[in-house]
């Protein structure tokens, strides 16, 4: 472990949850990406389509690309937007709400079986060096002198 990097751990954990997450979502006809946009989206009052893109870290190319899929599987709808007259809300449909409930289920049994054999204090732990490496890199910290001439 200790010729291991930072980056390299997180990196490789990441693959492994991806593809944990994505055989699950194989058994419902879905992806990790589909059920992670559901979670996304209010199930009550919907959301705006320009809310979606920043809260999942994806940009405007891929979330539209995915909303169109999810919409062609009668998943979502779109409705105006009436605080943004060239906005929308994008609406879960009474499927798109199941969908959405099995996505949560998937990932609540994650995170408890993660509570299960993990401590409190290392569960911290990890949320704070998260935290940390999370703001280091949005404050432009780490190669920020390397760009000065």
Do not use: C
């Not at 105006?80 to 906005?87: A, E, I, K, L, S």
């Amino acid at each position: 472990m200790k010729d291991k990097t930072i980056d390299y751990v997180l990196r490789s954990t990441w693959q492994l949850v991806t593809r944990m997450y994505n055989e699950e979502a194989h058994k419902f006809e879905s992806t990790m990406a589909m059920g992670f946009t559901l979670l996304s989206i209010d199930p009550e009052n919907g959301s705006p389509s320009t809310t979606l893109g920043p809260r999942m870290g994806m940009e405007a190319t891929s979330l539209s690309r995915l909303l169109k899929n999810l919409e062609g599987r009668g998943l979502i709808y779109r409705t105006p937007n009436p605080d943004d007259g060239r906005g929308v809300i994008i609406r879960l449909t009474p499927e798109g709400k199941e969908k959405r409930d099995i996505s949560r289920e998937v990932v609540l049994r994650f995170n408890d079986t993660i509570r299960n054999h993990v401590s409190e204090s290392d569960l911290k732990g990890f949320y704070n060096v998260a935290e940390t490496i999370q703001g280091l890199i949005s404050e432009r910290k780490i190669y920020q002198d390397q760009n000065k001439d």
